[in-house]
């Protein structure tokens, strides 16, 4: 999933220097579950020695952790290492002050913000529906009001590899069958929200980072399928937001201000 992220980040702006951390061994494969995100807080946490907790292993970044300026968590959801690491890092011996500390859940919501009256999110499984329309924050309402939905697909996180552009990387003859399958349902989710009043599609899941063209040409292809059929001039542009890239670039943004 790291490789995946990554290779969907190779437009980035050339002032930015990625590193790619993934959870050391026993972490969860995937988070599937609120359980699964507290297994990896606490695995991240003591691999970057910020805790000790058994059975996790001790797996450091490149560099001093005072390096970077901002740290990104790549999980779509309220996922708690983000409140984690900026408790643990504001006690952090070397850490001169609190670095930029984003997740892709919450950076996409402030994109959506800024991009659209109304949201809504496509993910993976279910069982995310309930969890991410609670974990939406709620100043006077501003957020939480905006959402019109989220949508869960059924398509399992680690499944998401084996089509956007990874797809072609797969060595069977059925890939392109199931990729076409992922990407209908992907696409049907995205229509249903913007039906129901959507101005913004968020993609709900970093795993899905690859996607984010295919489905954002989708979108406004079927936008103007539909406005040629009510005889409309022209369909209005729904923008499709992908959270990883949302948080890198308000992170880097964040990071610039503060050195001003």
């Given at each position: 999933?790291?490789?995946?992220?990554?290779?969907?980040?190779?437009?980035?702006?050339?002032?930015?220097?990625?590193?790619?951390?993934?959870?050391?061994?026993?972490?969860?494969?995937?988070?599937?579950?609120?359980?699964?995100?507290?297994?990896?807080?606490?695995?991240?946490?003591?691999?970057?020695?910020?805790?000790?907790?058994?059975?996790?292993?001790?797996?450091?970044?490149?560099?001093?952790?005072?390096?970077?300026?901002?740290?990104?968590?790549?999980?779509?959801?309220?996922?708690?290492?983000?409140?984690?690491?900026?408790?643990?890092?504001?006690?952090?011996?070397?850490?001169?002050?609190?670095?930029?500390?984003?997740?892709?859940?919450?950076?996409?919501?402030?994109?959506?913000l800024q991009l659209g009256s109304t949201f809504g999110i496509v993910t993976t499984g279910t069982q995310w529906e309930d969890i991410m329309m609670k974990g939406i924050p709620e100043p006077g309402g501003v957020v939480g009001s905006r959402c019109v939905g989220v949508r869960g697909t059924g398509i399992g996180v680690l499944e998401l590899e084996s089509g956007g552009d990874g797809a072609k990387e797969m060595n069977c003859t059925d890939y392109a069958d199931n990729v076409d399958r992922m990407y209908r349902i992907l696409l049907g989710k995205a229509l249903e929200l913007i039906a129901c009043g959507a101005e913004v599609i968020l993609l709900g899941c970093a795993g899905m980072s690859l996607w984010r063209e295919r489905i954002q040409t989708g979108v406004w292809d079927a936008l103007q399928v539909q406005s040629r059929k009510l005889g409309q001039e022209r369909a209005v542009y729904v923008p499709v937001v992908d959270g990883v890239k949302a948080a890198i670039e308000q992170a880097a943004a964040m990071c610039r201000m503060n050195k001003v």
């Open positions: 999933m790291t490789a995946s992220v990554a290779r969907s980040l190779i437009h980035i702006s050339d002032d930015i220097e990625l590193t790619f951390y993934t959870a050391p061994l026993r972490a969860p494969p995937s988070i599937n579950t609120m359980e699964d995100a507290d297994l990896s807080t606490t695995a991240v946490l003591n691999g970057l020695g910020l805790i000790s907790s058994k059975p996790f292993q001790r797996s450091p970044l490149p560099d001093p952790i005072e390096h970077y300026a901002a740290i990104i968590v790549g999980c779509y959801s309220p996922h708690p290492l983000v409140p984690a690491l900026r408790t643990a890092l504001r006690s952090h011996p070397t850490y001169p002050s609190v670095p930029v500390i984003a997740g892709i859940f919450e950076s996409s919501l402030y994109a959506a």
